[in-house]
């Protein structure tokens, strides 16, 4: 289920991605493509995750923030007023990644601000049964913390084990 309580959207479409130089593989070759259910399963494991934004005036910004996988689109929380909500005000294109470069997803998609209850309350449930911890949901409190949902349009994984033949780039639909 994802954050808003909606049913999962359609698996991606994989494919190997572009990398002239690298010597990759063809899609069937090597271990092949990784399936989605590869990247999910290193989202919810991942303890933290790299989220980069840009500036207003063009800079980029990186921030380790927790993170949690909804089903649907990856979670976050930040300060309202933190550069990183700054950032996503002016230009809500993100690209997010699990902190293990060994086995990487790196997202690419667009940051939402949420403030509907129920998705507040979905999110602090997946932060308390990730993380150990005992927030209340009025931590979310939307003058206070944003809640921000990250929606694929692409993804990226690979396996350290198989640089040449697991490249592989998931899209999604609208």
């Given amino acids: 289920m994802s954050a808003s309580g909606a049913a999962p959207g359609p698996e991606p479409v994989a494919d190997r991605p572009y990398m002239p130089g690298y010597g990759i593989l063809g899609p ?3 271990s092949g ?27 980029p910004h990186a921030m380790p923030v927790w ?17 990183k909500m700054v950032n996503l005000r002016a230009n809500p294109q993100v ?9 990487p997803v790196v997202i690419e ?3 939402e601000v949420v403030t509907d209850l129920p998705t507040l309350q979905r999110f602090i449930d997946l932060v308390n049964e990730k993380y150990s911890t005992g927030y ?8 206070v913390n944003a ?11 690979l396996r350290q ?12 639909g609208t």
């Fill in 28 to 30: 069937d070759e090597g």
């Fill in 33 to 59: 493509l990784l399936s989605w259910s590869w990247a999910v399963e290193r989202m919810r494991a991942a303890r933290n995750f790299w989220l980069c934004t840009v500036r207003p005036d063009g800079r």
């Fill in 67 to 83: 993170g949690a996988w909804s089903g649907r689109e990856l979670m976050f929380s930040s300060s309202v007023p933190s550069r």
């Fill in 95 to 103: 690209v997010v990644t699990t902190e293990e470069a060994e086995n």
């Fill in 109 to 111: 998609g667009v940051a």
């Fill in 136 to 143: 209340r949901v009025d931590f979310l409190d939307p003058a």
């Fill in 147 to 157: 809640t921000v949902a990250v929606r694929p349009q692409r993804a990226f994984g």
């Fill in 161 to 172: 084990g198989d640089f040449t033949g697991s490249p592989t780039r998931w899209k999604f």
